[in-house]
């Protein structure tokens, strides 16, 4: 493909600027915790020997069929250092690096030297706590761990959503004009003036067991308005190019010309909102959690930790360590964004020199 | 001219025709309905299921969502928005009470953020490239990205948990604590320290992120070849920056500020939530929890027409400053 080399000289251009690559790390970092969240935080083991079979019960905590069912026959509830010792003294496990749950409070002696997690106003960082506990107990720092995978996985899919829909409207609209493009231009008005975060929190109320997965489609469906009208204008701009004239001189049909020959070329300044968008869908994710509108408590969003603390403000440790993480995290998208647009925008590149 | 005036304004009611439909048909598929979302609340005020259908015929709910849009319409149509089932009000009183208290915070932000961001975005594309000028950037980029629901959670506990008893403790949530026979000076004052953490609150992000417009208008404006003339013929820095520079900025500056009247006056849900302001933006929330429909709709309503407008208004002005731009 011709935009090849494009490529290759924005990232030789985007690895100059200090601030985005360090950005670039932080998402990198995010990645690298939500995939081992369950062995950095976490009560299950991370591999362990039982009856004479390895078994890795924390992937549990990605998914709760992936749970052993020998586990549940040997009633052991969820608690497994105590259990596997007296259950099979021949067992051995490898733990998570850090010994709690992000879903329920530590008891008392399930863990040598670990007392029984504080409460309420009692649970100050400490040592055994770095970020303190929630009222019910639970360990802040374990729920962060695993609220990773939510912040990440809410922007990747709902940009990804808003990407798709953005990208096809604003493409169709472009690419034929005429009737389609007043049909597009005006849904795209249509979903422009509604309130979204009134749109979200009626489609929220309709659903009656709303998931993270729900949130993250209504976002998707409700954001891709700005992308389709870049794109519009940028596929308005691109059709009279010299080389889709020719594309479509050598038979080329307009999905071919679409796809091949114009979307390549209107890729780059797609993808600034797309990042852009990124930030902001995190934003509103925690927003409505924060409101108590996100998804149901199991799923440990950082918006849902911040609720907590709304009802009890002396709890200043259920606000400051997620606020902390979702700002670097938008933040962190935000740069990426900057640095994807100086890197890719010619008006912008000739200012430099 | 009045032909696309004409136009625009035909478009404009289709979109609003089929905004208010999307919305109508959306809250009336929420679960439940007013009545039900106001007695499930309170036990002693249940009611005989013949009360109840006494009630639904009274309020229209008997009737399917097509119709009742219908009916809404017609009574729009007459300049009805309708009665507040849940509140027993028309609708018009109801945003005309709340109008004033979201305007009071939404408008002091305003002319914070705009006394503020010109010098600011101005001051950053003169020195830009310094130290000083990539510091104040990378604060106002940082400000741009702190989520206002964390900012108001830190505010509160800063200024009103850990300042109890201090001299600069402000109230935690509300919009006054004296009754209305006070003085009245005491009750400026008591309104306006409960105005200051949601005004920070509402200012912050929409500065931070004005002044990176200008700052961004700026670059493309003194890129231009008459800015490279004005400096020929030996125009000092700052007066190519003011007189040549800045002027032609306005153009993408009244678009912006154009394009923001639906927020001055629909304020902010999340900020009044959390500070219990009694504004639009918290109207709006409790009348989809208490699925008050005819509210909803009045809200909606309003919040269209004013982005529409605002639009309109931006596209206008844009064709009447620059005349290289036609409205064709």
């Given at each position: 493909m011709a935009a090849h080399g494009f490529w290759i000289e924005a990232w030789r251009r985007y690895r100059r600027r200090p601030l985005a690559m360090a950005a670039l790390g932080f998402v990198g970092f995010l990645m690298a915790v939500a995939t081992f969240a369950p062995a950095i935080a976490g009560t299950k083991p991370v591999l362990c020997r039982y009856k004479g079979r390895i078994y890795a019960p924390c992937l549990a905590y990605f998914d709760r069929r992936f749970e052993p069912a020998i586990f549940a026959k040997d009633k052991f509830r969820g608690t497994y250092p105590k259990n596997l010792a007296e259950k099979d003294p021949e067992s051995w496990a490898i733990w998570p690096l850090f010994f709690q749950d992000p879903y329920r409070a530590v008891r008392a002696d399930e863990w040598p030297g670990r007392p029984e997690n504080p409460s309420m106003d009692k649970g100050v960082p400490s040592r055994m706590h770095p970020f303190g506990t929630d009222q019910a107990g639970v360990d802040v720092l374990a729920k962060m761990v695993h609220g990773t995978t939510v912040a990440l996985l809410v922007g990747f899919v709902s940009m990804g959503i808003a990407g798709t829909i953005g990208i096809l409207v604003g493409a169709?609209?472009?690419?034929?004009?005429?009737?389609i493009d007043a049909v597009t231009s005006r849904v795209t008005e249509i979903v422009m003036c509604i309130p979204t975060l009134v749109l979200i929190l009626a489609i929220v109320a309709i659903i009656e067991k709303p998931t993270i997965w729900h949130t993250m489609a209504i976002i998707g469906f409700t954001g891709w308005t700005g992308i389709a009208r870049l794109t519009r204008g940028e596929f308005l701009r691109l059709k009279g190019a010299e080389y889709v004239t020719a594309a479509r001189a050598a038979g080329a049909g307009p999905l071919r010309i679409m796809l091949r020959h114009i979307l390549p070329n209107a890729l780059a300044p797609i993808l600034v909102p797309i990042t852009f968008g990124i930030a902001a869908a995190i934003l509103v994710e925690s927003g409505l959690s924060f409101l108590g509108f996100g998804a149901p408590p199991p799923s440990a969003s950082w918006g849902s930790i911040l609720n907590g603390a709304r009802s009890n403000l002396a709890m200043w440790w259920l606000v400051v360590f997620p606020g902390v993480a979702i700002f670097l995290t938008v933040l962190a998208y935000n740069l990426v964004g900057e640095g994807l647009q100086e890197a890719t925008d010619p008006r912008l590149r000739e200012a430099r020199k | 001219m009045v032909t696309y005036l004409v136009r625009r304004l035909m478009l404009g009611c289709v979109t609003l025709v089929a905004i208010t439909i999307v919305v109508y048909a959306l809250a009336r598929a929420m679960p439940g309905n007013p009545l039900t979302a106001q007695l499930g609340e309170d036990p002693s005020r249940k009611v005989s299921a013949a009360d109840y259908e006494r009630m639904q015929r009274a309020y229209g709910l008997d009737k399917s969502w097509p119709e009742g849009y219908l009916q809404w319409a017609g009574n729009l149509l007459r300049g009805d928005l309708g009665r507040s089932i849940t509140r027993k009000q028309p609708v018009t009183t109801l945003i005309g009470e709340r109008l004033g208290p979201t305007l009071l915070v939404s408008g002091t932000a305003f002319l914070l953020i705009w006394t503020l961001a010109i010098p600011l975005g101005l001051y950053a594309s003169a020195r830009s490239g310094t130290a000083d000028e990539r510091g104040v950037s990378l604060v106002l980029y940082a400000l741009y990205s702190f989520p206002t629901f964390v900012a108001a959670l830190f505010l509160?506990?800063?200024?009103?948990?850990?300042?109890?008893?201090?001299?600069?403790?402000?109230?935690?949530?509300?919009?006054?604590?004296?009754?209305?026979?006070?003085?009245?000076?005491?009750?400026?004052?008591?309104?306006?320290?409960?105005?200051?953490?949601p005004v920070v609150c509402q200012t912050y992000v929409s500065l931070a992120y004005d002044t990176r417009f200008i700052r961004a208008t700026m670059a493309e404006a003194v890129r231009q070849d008459y800015i490279r003339t004005a400096r020929a013929k030996g125009a000092g820095p700052w007066r190519v920056l003011f007189r040549h520079a800045f002027r032609n900025t306005l153009i993408p500056l009244v678009t912006l500020l154009g394009l923001s009247l639906p927020s001055l006056v629909g304020g902010s849900i999340i900020i009044e939530q959390i500070f219990t302001w009694p504004g639009m933006g918290r109207l709006f929330f409790e009348s989809i929890r208490e699925r008050d429909y005819p509210t909803i709709m009045g809200l909606t309503l309003m919040f269209s027409v004013l982005t529409l407008l605002g639009q309109l208004l931006a596209d206008l002005l844009y064709c009447a400053v620059d005349p290289r731009v036609s409205v064709e």
């Open positions: 169709l609209g472009g690419y034929f004009g005429g009737w | 509160q506990i800063m200024f009103s948990v850990w300042s109890k008893g201090a001299a600069w403790e402000l109230p935690l949530f509300g919009m006054a604590d004296l009754p209305p026979d006070a003085p009245l000076g005491s009750r400026i004052i008591d309104v306006a320290r409960h105005m200051i953490l």
